[in-house]
């Protein structure tokens, strides 16, 4: 597995109006983006919500996906959701990684709006090709982190830009998207 991590971030995130709010779990979301991320062979996938009725719904859909019966019905969507973790903030996933990996962690702040942008995806898949860091690819869902999560973040990657103006991937694209450029074939 390669030392990359995803963190789906549902708080604190904007709204349309760049208000601060807590977004609610998209049930596909944890599928396909567990589904995206075995498919590239990352080590985990952490879906931070803190909200006590969001983590037990999280949980609901891993356990039956993991030890229910949507195990035994669909073994490789099993295989695929065991990569992912439901924990309340971005310190836990720090403190997982941590007791995990063991070395240095960097995190990647991800958006749709410009950041200036202090990472490239060939620079990134060259630093994880090296092994020495594990990285955190973190992903927002509403209108995007705050800027204060980006801005702690060790790096900030590039957006995704097609030929168009248009610039409003679903987050379960923007994986995609993002893995294949950082981790699929060349």
């Known amino acids: 597995m390669v030392p990359v991590y995803i963190a789906l971030i549902h708080h604190p995130i904007y709204n349309k109006n760049r208000q601060v709010v807590r977004t609610c779990l998209t049930p596909m979301d944890l599928h396909d983006i567990a589904r995206v991320g075995r498919t590239y062979g990352i080590r985990g996938f952490f ?83 090296r092994g020495d860091e594990a990285f955190l690819l973190m992903f927002g869902t509403g209108w995007g982190m705050v800027e204060e999560t980006v801005k702690e973040a060790d790096y900030r990657l590039q957006p995704i830009r097609g030929p168009g103006e248009y610039n409003h991937l679903s987050v379960r694209s923007a994986v995609s998207i993002i893995l294949d450029r950082i981790l699929g074939e060349r």
């Open 47 to 129: 879906c931070v919500n803190a909200l006590a009725s969001q983590m037990e719904l999280a949980q609901t859909i891993v356990d039956h996906w993991t030890s229910g019966w949507g195990a035994r019905y669909n073994p490789n969507r099993k295989e695929a959701i065991t990569l992912t973790r439901i924990v309340p903030d971005l310190p836990s996933v720090r403190r997982e990684i941590a007791r995990e990996w063991g070395r240095p962690l960097r995190t990647v702040a991800t958006s749709a709006r410009v950041l200036n942008p202090d990472l490239d995806y060939p620079e990134l898949r060259s630093r994880i090709e």
